[in-house]
């Protein structure tokens, strides 16, 4: 934050100094001939400012996500999960400030996705319709 007489703004510097280190790892199955399809990664990380030695703002450490697709003749149906920690570190003035309001409140990230499908014929043109469920739970969330 910066202040010039009456007027208070924000000035974005960037990080000169940072080393991201982590491990990532995923593992992918399928069976029955592509019928099921499953897969899961997960990614920790340890990202770090050089600089002033503080764990970089607005980065989760462990990411996870998972997917599974079936396959039944001409329809298909899978689901989707991700998972983010919560933030180890924010920009707390701009929640004192009260210009993010409630943005200390840190949570992790759950989202689940839904959809089906079939593929079938139109006029002799092959088709593919599918239905998504996005963020089944309705869950909102503020990525920084």
Not at 5 to 16: F, K, M, P, R, S
Not at 101 to 128: K, Q
Request: one cysteine or more; proline letters at 4%; aromatic letters at 12%.
């Amino acid at each position: 934050m910066v202040s010039s007489g009456d007027i208070l703004y924000i000035q974005w510097n960037n990080v000169t100094k940072a080393c991201v280190q982590g491990v990532e790892t995923s593992f992918k199955l399928g069976l029955f001939d592509g019928g099921l399809l499953y897969s899961l990664g997960y990614t920790y990380v340890s990202p770090e400012d050089l600089t002033t030695h503080d764990l970089l703002k607005y980065r989760p450490r462990h990411l996870l996500y998972t997917s599974a697709t079936a396959r039944i003749g001409p329809f298909t149906a899978g689901a989707d999960f991700r998972y983010l920690s919560e933030v180890d570190r924010i920009d707390i003035e701009l929640v004192q400030l009260g210009i993010i309001p409630d943005g200390d409140e840190l949570v992790p990230i759950h989202v689940a996705d839904f959809r089906i499908g079939a593929d079938f014929s139109f006029g002799g043109i092959p088709c593919t319709a599918t239905v998504n469920v996005n963020n089944a739970f309705q869950h909102n969330y503020v990525e920084g």
